[in-house]
Each structure stands twice: as C-alpha cells, then as structure tokens.
C-alpha cells in the first residue's frame, strides 16, 4: 500500500489526522503544518521528546516583550500568581481539544499589552479578543487575577498586586509559550507542556492548583 498522502512511498506508520497509513518522510515534513495532529499521536509524542525547548535569544525579540526584565525576586514573590495564571490557561486549553499554541500565545499577548498600557497610562483601552475559545481563556484569566488580588485583601488588609506586576507574570507566560512551542503553525507542544505541570484532574477542573513553577 502507498502512503495516503504522497501515494508514492510505501505506508509504514498509521496517522490519526487522516485516519489512514502514511510514509515516515510525510509525517515528518508536514507534522503540525499541514496535519492537525493529536496530542496522542506516538510519533508527535517522539518529536516533542526529540525537540529541546527553544532558547530565547533564538526567538524573535518584538514578540517577547524585550523591555520587561523579569528577576529570580519576581519571580519568587509572585510565583502563587505565575502558577494560578497558569493553571487557568491549562484548564481551559484541556477542555478544548482544538487548542493550538498559536492560539493560546494570541490572547497571553493581547492581555500582556491590555496590562501594559493599563500600567503606563491607566487607561483601560482593550485589544479586542475575537475567538469565543480565546475569550474563555482571557475571562478565566482575569477571574484568577481577581481573586489573587481578593486573597490579598483578606490576608494582608489591603491589595498590593498592581497592574505592573500583572503585566511582568504575563510577559513571563508569553515567553514561556514561545519557548516550548514547536513553532509550527499547528503545534501544540505548549499545550501538552502545560497540561504536565498540573495532575490530570486539576487541568480538567478539578479545585486544587498544584505544579511548580518553570523558568523558561
């Protein structure tokens, strides 16, 4: 039998994104470009272990908010808002199975420069967010903000998280995206990157927030 795609090479391994057998130079060549795989795929599963995550510098600087610097001290004191940023991106991202990287960078991107220009002027003009999915994750987001900033309120007295550091935690998940994602126009590397950091029930709703934090 021939490959299902190239139907020049003999088939030698079955992909799941069209559902029939495939060459290994296909699935390799068009991975995560022209093939929507799923995260289960054992050859994708193969790549990503075979991939070292990307290091910053090699990544385009524009996209990475280059001004913003981000110390082991911030990172030590908001390491509890870090990790429930997180934990809400993931949750979100394992209740929707067509959630790309591409996708999940888009709205941590348009946050972080809603933050920054809330930061720099006060002002509360917002980037809009099209996607009902990216909504979701922006709402998610903004709840958990919202209720780290209550936390504080009952424990300290008063709020002490300001837009700012807001601003810094996303900038962090921005580069964090960026640097675990494949870089293809349909990876999910970063996707699967989060869901690993939390136990499979806390990432599909359950209540507790567990992981620790990964510096990118």
């Known amino acids: 039998m021939s490959c ?5 090479r003999k088939d030698k391994r079955f992909c799941p994104a069209v ?16 093939l929507d795989c799923p995260s289960h795929c054992p050859y994708l599963r193969q790549a990503y272990e075979h991939e070292r995550p990307r290091s910053l510098d090699e990544l385009d600087q524009a996209v990475l908010f280059p001004g913003v610097a981000i110390d082991s001290l911030f990172l030590r004191d908001y390491e509890p808002l870090i ?3 997180t934990y809400s991106v993931a949750k979100k991202a394992s209740e929707n199975l067509a959630m790309r990287d591409a996708d999940l960078i888009a709205v941590l991107t348009t946050l972080a420069k809603n933050y920054e220009t809330l930061a720099n002027s006060g002002l509360h003009y917002e980037l809009p967010i099209t996607s009902l999915a990216g909504q979701a994750i922006a709402s998610d987001i903004q709840k958990s903000i919202k209720g780290y900033r209550e936390a504080e309120r009952n424990n300290l007295g008063y709020v002490r998280l300001r837009d700012r550091e807001v601003f810094t935690a996303l900038v962090f998940l921005v580069r964090l995206a960026w640097r675990h994602t494949s870089g293809r126009p349909k990876s999910r590397a970063f996707v699967d990157f989060l869901l ?4 499979a029930q806390a990432a599909r709703g359950g209540q507790e927030e567990t992981g620790r934090l990964i510096v990118p």
């Open 4 to 8: 299902a795609i190239c139907e020049e």
């Open 19 to 34: 559902h029939g057998r495939i060459c290994p130079q296909c699935c390799g060549e068009q991975r995560e470009i022209v």
């Open 83 to 85: 990790l429930g940023l």
């Open 196 to 199: 690993r950091q939390f136990p």
